[in-house]
Structures are given as structure tokens and as C-alpha cells.
Nanobody, 114 residues
Framework: QVQLVESGGGLVQAGGSLRLSCATS????????MVWYRQAPGKQRELVAS???????NYASSVKGRFTISRDNTKNTLYLQMNSLRPEDTAVYYC????????WGQGTQVTVSS
């Protein structure tokens, strides 16, 4: 059974940091490019960061230099290190496969206070 379980969100002040995790099961994780998305209230879901099977990364311009996506293929887990958080980063964060989307997990709420 395919599962994506996001965790690590919370309430943080502007300038703070959080590390999100996405534990996966039921997929061949090491063979998939993975992505983090986020969805703020009243807005469309947007792509935040992606990572290839080989570890190549790309970021949305709004988070470049502040966020770092990484993966641990031995743990089938995807990460997102978020530094210098801003109120506009407030959203529910989701992970997924980039090219063969899977059933969405529940996401993890990130709230950044000013």
C-alpha cells in the first residue's frame, strides 16, 4: 500500500527554522524523483522544491537559498530543511513523486508568525 506521511510542521517565528520529513512506503523510493509542494489558504498548490534520483535539486525562486531538499534512500524518506522562514511560507506542505503522482498524504501545517 502506497503511503506518504508528512511531519515536522509547526508554529515558528519569522526567521526560524523547521525540518519537514516525508516517510514513504509501498513505492520504489530510490527510483523516483520527488517533490515538495505547498498550499496556502485560498491559493493553488505550488511546487517548492524537487530532487532527482541522483540528488539533483531545483527550487522555486521564492525559497531558493533558504530551503534545502534532500533524501535518504536507505530510509525511504524525503526532507525539506527550511531556514529564514517568512510569514508568506505559511501553508500546508505535501510531498509526492514528481513524474508519477501518488495519492496525496495529509500534509503538514507550517505557520510562520511575524
Amino acid at each position: 500500500q502506497v503511503q506518504l506521511v508528512e511531519s515536522g510542521g509547526g508554529l515558528v517565528q519569522a526567521g526560524g527554522s523547521l525540518r519537514l520529513s516525508c516517510a514513504t512506503s509501498g513505492i520504489n523510493f530510490s527510483r523516483k524523483a520527488m517533490v515538495w509542494y505547498r498550499q496556502a489558504p485560498g491559493k493553488q498548490r505550488e511546487l517548492v522544491a524537487s530532487i532527482t534520483m541522483g540528488g539533483g535539486t531545483n527550487y522555486a525562486s521564492s525559497v531558493k537559498g533558504r530551503f534545502t531538499i534532500s533524501r535518504d534512500n536507505t530510509k525511504n524518506t524525503l526532507y525539506l530543511q527550511m531556514n529564514s522562514l517568512r510569514p508568506e511560507d505559511t501553508a500546508v506542505y505535501y510531498c509526492n513523486s514528481q513524474w508519477s503522482p501518488l495519492a496525496w498524504g495529509q500534509g503538514t501545517q507550517v505557520t510562520v508568525s511575524s
